[in-house]
C-alpha cells in the first residue's frame, strides 16, 4: 500500500552557507565541497527558466524515511518485498535507474532498473516471453500511476538480466536498460553472455521482449543519452578495474526508427581525446580538446577479450574511473565521472567531474570538478545519476560515503541538498545510507521521482516545484 507522510515544520542544522555558492578561488574554511566550472554550460539550449536557490533546510522525517524541505511530502509508490499489483511475485531488490513517460488519461509510467547480482536478495519474477537468461535476477518492473500518484499497477517489464544499473529513454518513448557486467555463460551460474542494452516497453512489454541489442557493445554499460536529430547513442562504461572504462558512441543502421529499430545493428565506436590518454588527468573547468575521434571497436561482443583491453592502434584509447550518469541537452552529450582515485589505478584525483560534447564541433570539455569533501554528511560528492528539473536546473543523485542525498544544481551554480535518505542499514556504530538513484521527473514537472537502492524504494516527492 502506498503511503504518504507531509512535512513536519522543525529544521535540521542547516548546510554550510558556503554549499549554496561556487566556491573556486572562495578561500572559505568551512567548505565542505568546492564547485567549479561554467554552470551555463550544463544547460545550453534548454528553454527553462532560470533556476534559483534551494528550497530551504532539510527537515527530519518522523518516520525516518526521506528527508525535505518544507512544504514538500512523499509518498512510498513502491518497496522491495511487496507484493507486485500483478501478482507475479514479490517486488525485487536493488531498485536503480528509471525514468518517466506519459502514458494515457494523465497516467504516468515508470520503468524501473533493478541491480540485482546472483547474490541478490528477492530477483526479478521469471516471466514467460520476458526473460532473457533464466539464471539472472535482474531486470525492470514498470509502474502505472495516476494523476495523484496512486499507483495503478506494478509488473515485471523485462527478467532475467543481470545488473541492470542505469539507461536512459529513447526518443520513441521507451527504456534503454544497460547490465553493467560482462560475464560469460558459465559464469555464476549463468547460462547466456550478459553486458548488453535490452529495449524496454513499460506500456507493453511483450512488444519488446527480452532481446539484447548486441551491436551497442557487450562491456559494464553504465546509462545512454541519445541525440534525438540524427539517433546517435552514447553509451558510459563503469568498468571497475584499470583499465577504467571508456565513452562510446553507436551509430545505428536505422537510426530513430521507432521500437525494435535498434536491433537492426550499426556500428559502436570508443572515444578517443588525442594525448589525453586518462581524462582524470584534466583538473582545470573550461579545458577544451578540439578534434575529438572516434576509433571503431575491433570487437563489440567482446568474444576473447574484454573492449576496454582491446588494441585501439598505436595512439590508443581514452580511459576514465567511473563513468555514470549520461544525458542529452541542447546540441550536446553530458556525461559524468564520479571519482577517480589514483590509488586505485587512476591517472589523478577528483571528486567528480561533469564532461561536455559537442558533436558538430567534435569538442570535448570539462564543464564541472567536484571536491575535495570533508563531511560525508553533507551533500556533493561522487555525483551518479542525473536529470534536468524543471526549473531549469539539475537534480543529481548522490553515491558517495555517508549520508546520502539528492542535491539541485541551478543554473547560477547554486547547489543546495533536495533530499537526504533516512534508511539507515547499518548500525549506530557503523552506520550505512542506500545511494539515491534514478531520479526523474513527471512529464508535467510536478513530481520528482527517485529511489532508495537499498533497502529498494520508490518515492513521488511534490511540493512547491518552481
Keep these: 500500500m502506498s503511503s504518504e507522510t507531509s512535512r513536519p515544520t522543525a529544521e535540521t542544522s542547516r548546510p554550510a552557507a558556503t554549499r549554496r555558492q561556487v566556491l573556486a578561488g572562495s578561500g572559505a574554511a568551512i567548505a565542505t565541497v568546492a564547485f567549479t566550472g561554467a554552470f551555463s554550460e550544463l544547460f545550453a539550449g534548454t528553454a527553462a527558466a532560470r533556476g534559483h536557490g534551494g528550497y530551504g533546510p532539510l527537515v527530519p522525517d518522523p518516520d525516518g524515511l526521506l528527508d525535505l524541505p518544507k512544504g514538500f511530502r512523499y509518498r512510498v ?24 513517460f506519459a502514458g494515457r488519461h494523465g497516467h504516468v509510467r515508470l520503468v524501473r532498473n533493478h541491480e540485482n547480482r546472483v547474490t541478490a536478495k528477492l530477483q526479478v519474477p521469471i516471466v514467460e516471453g520476458l526473460t532473457y537468461d533464466p539464471m539472472g535476477k535482474g531486470g525492470c518492473t514498470a509502474l502505472e500511476l495516476d494523476g495523484r500518484n496512486n499507483v495503478l499497477g506494478e509488473r515485471v517489464a523485462i527478467a532475467g538480466t543481470a545488473v541492470n544499473c542505469a539507461g536512459g529513454r529513447t526518443p520513441w518513448n521507451t527504456w534503454l536498460t544497460c547490465e553493467e557486467t560482462e560475464d560469460r555463460a558459465g559464469t555464476n551460474g549463468y547460462t547466456k553472455d550478459h553486458g548488453f542494452i535490452f529495449e524496454v516497453d513499460g506500456a507493453d512489454p511483450h512488444r519488446t521482449g527480452a532481446v539484447p541489442l548486441t551491436a551497442m557493445g557487450r562491456f559494464q554499460h553504465e546509462a545512454i543519452a541519445i541525440d534525438p536529430k540524427n539517433g546517435t547513442v552514447y553509451e558510459t562504461e563503469d568498468a571497475f578495474e584499470k583499465p577504467f572504462g571508456l565513452f562510446y558512441r553507436f551509430l545505428p543502421d536505422k537510426p530513430l526508427g521507432g521500437t525494435g529499430s535498434l536491433r537492426a545493428g550499426g556500428h559502436l565506436e570508443a572515444m578517443r581525446v588525442p594525448g589525453v590518454p586518462d581524462l582524470s588527468v584534466v583538473q582545470e573547468t573550461g579545458a577544451s580538446f578540439e578534434g575529438i575521434e572516434w576509433v571503431p571497436v575491433p570487437d563489440p561482443l567482446a568474444a576473447e577479450t ?40 587512476a591517472a589523478a584525483d577528483h571528486y567528480g567531474q561533469v564532461w561536455r560534447y559537442e558533436p558538430k564541433r567534435r569538442r570535448l570539455t570539462l564543464v564541472i570538478v567536484f571536491g ?17 528539473a524543471p526549473d531549469g536546473g539539475l537534480m543529481v543523485c548522490e553515491d558517495g560515503g555517508g549520508a546520502q542525498h539528492v542535491f539541485g544544481l541551478t543554473r547560477r551554480g547554486e547547489v543546495y541538498a533536495m533530499a537526504r535518505g533516512r534508511q539507515n542499514i547499518g548500525t549506530p556504530q557503523k552506520p550505512e545510507w542506500g545511494e539515491f538513484a534514478g531520479v526523474t521527473f513527471a512529464p508535467d514537472g510536478r513530481t520528482m521521482f527517485v529511489n532508495c537502492y537499498t533497502p529498494g524504494t520508490t518515492f513521488a516527492v511534490t511540493g512547491p516545484w518552481r
Excluded at 556533493?380 to 536529470?387: F, K, L, M, R, V
Design 372 to 388: 575535495p569533501g570533508t563531511d560525508v554528511q553533507l551533500p556533493g560528492e561522487s555525483p551518479d545519476n542525473i536529470t534536468l
Design 77 to 100: 509508490l513502491s518497496r522491495e518485498g511487496d507484493p507486485l499489483r500483478s501478482g507475479e511475485g514479490p517486488v525485487p531488490s536493488n531498485h536503480d535507474g528509471m525514468a518517466a
Design 306 to 345: 574484454p573492449i576496454r583491453f582491446q588494441d585501439f592502434g598505436p595512439k590508443g584509447i581514452t580511459h576514465a574511473q567511473k563513468l555514470e550518469g549520461c544525458y542529452w541537452g541542447g546540441s550536446s552529450v553530458y556525461f559524468v565521472s564520479s571519482f577517480a582515485h589514483s590509488a586505485e589505478g
